[in-house]
């Protein structure tokens, strides 16, 4: 399971089949960035990412979709 979630108590999630890596990381940050943009345009200005010490979290892919 990954899991978004915000300071107004909005809930982001999904459940999958198989190991997170990077791959699946990226698809889920792609959904959340694309309904983030539709709900809170300008989210990016206040957003702060906290994230555990999975490799996935750090890779290139990664940081690639938060940079988009």
């Known amino acids: ?32 960035i694309e309904a983030l943009n539709n709900e809170t345009p300008g989210w990016q200005e206040d957003t702060v990412f906290l994230w555990d010490n999975a490799s996935y979290h750090s890779s290139a892919e990664t940081r690639a979709v938060i940079k988009k």
């Open 1 to 32: 399971m990954i899991t978004a979630l915000d300071t107004e108590g909005r809930v982001w999630f999904t459940l999958s089949h198989a190991n997170t890596d990077s791959n699946i990381m990226s698809i889920f940050l792609n959904y959340l």
